[in-house]
């Protein structure tokens, strides 16, 4: 007699390959993790795009787009820990407005009795986006470093782009270019927004980088 074969689930053999090494380090540039960029520490905000990251100088508070694999993982403490301004680097108002908006962001953070999203905003005169973008950065920098302006920006209403976000725009097309003169507006502008938001200053629009990128290619030193 025929002995019937029992069909049986095949066996599973774990996978050997490795992964790429690239891949492996990106999942550790979370957003508030700290690390050395030739020899300076840095802050991570957001991820760019697969290859760059967001990062905000320690040393004095710049903000820079660079390429994740010039990133060297701090070790220890340091890697956590975060600068913290004085209220002699701010005027009165601003200071204790950021003070403000800490205690409330705490009293929502810890689901405290009538501390939600629309009462603290409208306790802060703020819109829910723009209470979440503060939430979220303070998620990131556990520090009152996330309710102060980074520099001093143009007044409320003004068509001009933040000093920051102007000078990231400039870094980055710079950048762009000494790689490829081929680079267009739709590669740009997409990194672009993501950086404004993570500093939560206004994103530059189409037209803006549009303009600046033509000026940029008038500049054959910047050309490859």
């Known amino acids: 007699m025929k002995r019937r074969s029992i069909d049986r689930e095949p066996r599973f053999e774990p996978s050997t390959r490795e992964l790429p090494k690239r891949a492996a380090r990106i999942i550790g540039y979370q957003p508030g993790s700290r690390w050395r960029l030739d020899g ?3 802050t991570v905000l957001a991820a760019m795009s697969v290859e760059r990251v967001l990062v905000r100088h320690a040393s004095d508070a710049r903000t820079e787009i660079v390429m994740a694999s010039r990133l060297v993982p701090i070790e220890g403490a340091e890697a956590t820990g975060h600068r913290q301004r004085s209220a002699a680097d701010y005027a009165p108002s601003v200071w204790f407005r950021a003070l403000e908006e800490q205690v409330q962001v705490k009293r929502l953070l ?3 009795p009538g501390a939600t ?3 603290v905003a409208r306790a802060l005169k703020l819109s829910e986006r723009q209470l979440r973008r503060k939430v979220c950065r303070y998620t990131e920098l556990t520090t009152l470093d996330a309710f ?3 520099r001093p920006g143009p007044v409320p209403g003004s068509t001009h782009l933040h000093p920051e976000l102007e000078r990231l725009i400039h870094e980055e097309i710079v950048h762009s ?3 490829s003169a081929d680079i267009g507006v739709d590669d740009l502008l997409p990194i672009l927004i993501e950086a404004a938001k993570a500093l939560d200053l206004r994103p530059p629009s189409r ?3 549009s303009r600046r990128l033509r000026q940029a290619r008038r500049r054959t030193d910047l050309l490859p």
């Open 148 to 150: 102060l302006p980074l």
């Open 117 to 119: 999203t629309a009462r």
């Open 110 to 112: 810890a689901r405290q």
């Open 177 to 179: 270019l000494s790689i």
């Open 207 to 209: 037209a803006t980088v």
């Open 40 to 42: 300076a520490v840095v």
